[in-house]
């Protein structure tokens, strides 16, 4: 489904070369990445959907490497095949919550599943916020409109990046077996990126990432 293989990515030419253990995800399954602040785990992330390329390396998604694809295509082919819950919700602040679930098929010029929006607003607990604007909700409501924009557009891989940094212990419990349950339900592979060891235990599919080491010559 998804494999990355000699990754290394620097931001600047003076900057730390992050260098990145092989890894895999297959279909519909589960992969934690698991590391400490500053070890490169959001760029990893944003490198395996191509929103970063890497200087070395490269990424397989359902047999298509992405190094391969530039510009709309790269676009087109991150908008149909990932789903990405950030750190940050990003939601338009000025649109309800139903609205902010219909932008990425606007931007991939296809109609909106609006009833699967509702159904996945109301299997998440916040189907009575959907006109509300995001601002409006707590962040726990919006962790849980993050998850139903990222799984509306039936995406194969889901990527959840700190989806439990700021959450207690049953809290943590609660979020990531929903997101667990909803990916399996949308039969999408789900990976998480993390630095919380308390989902250390959750996965047998897991990779440790280490600090920023230049890559094997």
């Given at each position: 489904?998804?494999?990355?293989?000699?990754?290394?990515?620097?931001?600047?030419?003076?900057?730390?070369?992050?260098s990145f253990p092989d890894l895999a995800c297959s279909e519909k399954g589960q992969l934690l990445l698991l590391g400490n602040s500053g070890c490169g785990k959001?760029?990893?992330?944003?490198?395996?959907?191509?929103l970063l390329q890497p200087q070395q390396g490269?990424?397989?998604?359902?047999?298509?490497?992405?190094?391969?694809?530039?510009?709309?295509?790269?676009d087109r082919?991150?908008?149909?095949?990932?789903?990405?819950?950030f750190q940050q919700s990003h939601f338009i602040q000025s649109l309800s919550v139903l609205e902010n679930l219909a932008v990425p098929h606007f931007l991939l010029g296809q109609s909106f599943p609006k009833s699967k929006a509702h159904d996945l607003l109301e299997?998440?607990?916040i189907a009575h916020?959907?006109?509300?604007?995001?601002?409006?909700?707590?962040?726990?409501?919006?962790?849980?409109?993050?998850?139903?924009r990222a799984l509306?557009?039936?995406?194969?891989?889901?990527?959840?990046?700190?989806?439990?940094?700021?959450l207690d212990d049953d809290s943590t419990a609660a979020v990531i077996s929903l997101l667990e349950e909803q990916c399996a339900s949308a039969g999408a592979a789900l990976i998480v990126v993390t630095h919380d060891q308390r989902l250390k235990t959750r996965y047998n599919n897991r990779v440790e990432l280490n600090s920023a080491i230049p890559p094997a010559p």
């Open positions: 489904m998804i494999a990355c293989k000699d990754i290394a990515f620097q931001y600047q030419p003076d900057s730390p070369i992050l959001t760029t990893l992330l944003h490198v395996m959907c191509g490269s990424v397989q998604v359902q047999g298509q490497n992405l190094g391969a694809l530039n510009g709309k295509d790269l082919f991150r908008g149909e095949n990932f789903g990405v819950i299997a998440l607990g916020k959907a006109t509300e604007k995001p601002r409006s909700l707590s962040v726990g409501e919006q962790q849980r409109a993050s998850i139903a509306v557009h039936e995406p194969s891989i889901v990527l959840a990046d700190e989806p439990t940094s700021a």
